[in-house]
């Protein structure tokens, strides 16, 4: 069976950029989660998705930040403009259902570098 | 207080040795627990959930403590290749939502 597929793997930006990261998740899987993992910390859930509709999305920094789930399987994650602080590691799970962390299964993740 | 907090570590340890980990947690209507084990610059994935009346999977035993809101992991006869960073991951009342902890670092030495 795949897993969770990401893309970029690196990216590499200044500040006040752009960027977008993808997220193709595990067939038939309805939940989708992002989270944004910096160095020495776990990672902290920024959007969940149920099918194409958010569950939860308090902690995402709206202004910069916005995600979307078309037709309930690819997602997109986006920041505009970029921050330093916004350096981190964004990594995509997701679960056959809404059903707690021992069901999710997560991508490789996107490591974004924002100069 | 943070919701989750563990061990800072780092925990260095010799091959073979026993090691312990704990966390804890704020949320007293908590419902689930788990440990993940994430190796370096991979995702995390599971080891195992925590169990009310602790669970053993091999060498790694799981405790959970709910009156004194935390819980633990035991990792005996350490191997090199159990060198990773270990999240402590609890379920709030909110079913779906999950919070991880910092992570605790390990390096089991040759």
């Known amino acids: 069976e795949a897993g969770v597929a990401q893309s970029p793997r690196y990216k590499i930006i200044e500040k006040r950029q752009s960027v977008a990261f993808w997220c193709n998740p595990i067939s038939g899987h309805a939940t989708l989660y992002w989270y944004q993992q910096i160095l020495g910390q776990g990672p902290k859930l920024l959007i969940q998705?149920?099918?194409?509709?958010?569950?939860?999305d308090s902690q995402l920094p709206k202004d910069r930040f916005s995600a979307e789930r078309l037709k309930g399987v690819d997602s997109t994650l986006k920041i505009q403009p970029a921050k330093l602080e916004d350096s981190a590691v964004y990594l995509c799970?997701?679960?056959?259902?809404?059903?707690?962390?021992?069901?999710?299964?997560f991508g490789p993740g996107t490591r974004l570098t924002v100069l | 207080r943070k919701e989750v907090e563990q061990d800072p570590g780092p925990f260095n340890v010799p091959e073979g040795a026993t090691v312990a980990f704990n966390c804890t947690y704020s949320?007293?209507?908590?419902?689930?627990f788990f440990w993940y084990r994430q190796d370096c610059r991979k995702e995390p994935k599971l080891l195992m959930s925590v169990y009310s009346s602790g669970n053993e999977d091999g060498r790694f035993t799981a405790q959970l403590n709910r009156a004194s809101q935390y819980i633990s992991l035991l990792i005996r006869d350490s191997k090199l290749s159990d060198s990773a960073t270990y999240l402590c991951?609890?379920?709030?009342?909110?079913?779906?939502?999950?919070?991880f902890g910092p992570g605790t670092s390990l390096s089991v030495i040759p």
């Open positions: 991951v609890v379920n709030p009342a909110s079913y779906d939502k999950v919070i």
């Open positions: 799970a997701s679960s056959l259902i809404a059903g707690g962390p021992s069901t999710q299964y």
């Open positions: 998705f149920q099918n194409n509709g958010v569950v939860d």
């Open positions: 949320n007293s209507a908590s419902q689930s």
